[in-house]
T-cell receptor
């Protein structure tokens, strides 16, 4: 079990550019979550998948944000036309919804800085 | 909607002191409750959990009891160590067992000094 991995760990981009982040969950986990954390705050839910189906999206997820999990394994989060307010840590978590094991395990995050 | 309120930090303690970090919640159903810890430079780690009223979660000397009557889940440790210095987040899940999204508090930074 290698845990949840995220790439890249850091991303600096200029306002207006598009960025894409990747999350690889724990291999047997069927749920995958994205959260956003700004400095001094707790993580805020963005969206989650069960297998390849996106089951819920937060109102925080504007139309510039899109997430996919095409084969029910890794997921990508894309932000189009980035704004300075998008600067944050983007966290991915996964869980297994079976056998009573519901805990979410978090990756190290991708820190986005929009200049 | 669901919400979690934590005491503001930073909390600064001497080693071997008693720790309490207060956490209260608002939820429409019967949530599961969690404490996560974030050590410097590391990702969030689950510290402990409780899934129903009066359950006590415990791990690494930390404890928290799910109090439905006071909607609280306070974190306690009898004797803190320098290595406990971290940010602690209280969270709830709106589905039993934590299957759905987590709602977090703002976090409480703990600093333990020799």
């Amino acid at each position: 079990d290698t845990g949840v991995s995220q790439n890249p760990r850091h991303k600096i981009t200029k306002r207006g550019q598009n960025v894409t982040f990747r999350c690889d969950p724990i291999s047997e986990h069927n749920r995958l979550y994205w959260y956003r954390q700004t400095l001094g705050q707790g993580p805020e839910f963005l969206t989650y998948f069960q297998n390849e189906a996106q089951l819920e999206k937060s109102r925080l997820l504007s139309d510039r944000f899109s997430a996919e999990r095409p084969k029910g394994s890794f997921s990508t989060l894309e932000i189009q036309r980035t704004e300075q307010g998008d600067s944050a840590m983007y966290l991915c978590a996964s869980s297994q919804v079976a056998g009573g094991l519901y805990e979410q395990y978090f990756g190290p995050g991708t820190r986005l800085t929009v200049t | 909607g669901d919400s979690v309120t934590q005491m503001e930090g930073p909390v600064t303690l001497s080693e071997e002191a008693f720790l309490t970090i207060n956490c209260t919640y608002t939820a429409t159903g019967y949530p599961s409750l969690f404490w996560y810890v974030q050590y410097p430079g590391e990702g969030l780690q689950l510290l402990l959990k409780a899934t129903k009223a009066d359950d006590k979660g415990s791990n690494k000397g930390f404890e928290a009891t799910y109090r439905k009557e006071t909607t609280s889940f306070h974190l306690e440790k009898g004797s803190v160590q320098v290595s406990d210095s971290a940010v602690y987040f209280c969270a709830l899940s709106d589905q039993g067992g934590g299957g759905n999204k987590l709602t977090f508090g703002t976090g409480t930074q703990l600093k333990v000094e020799l």
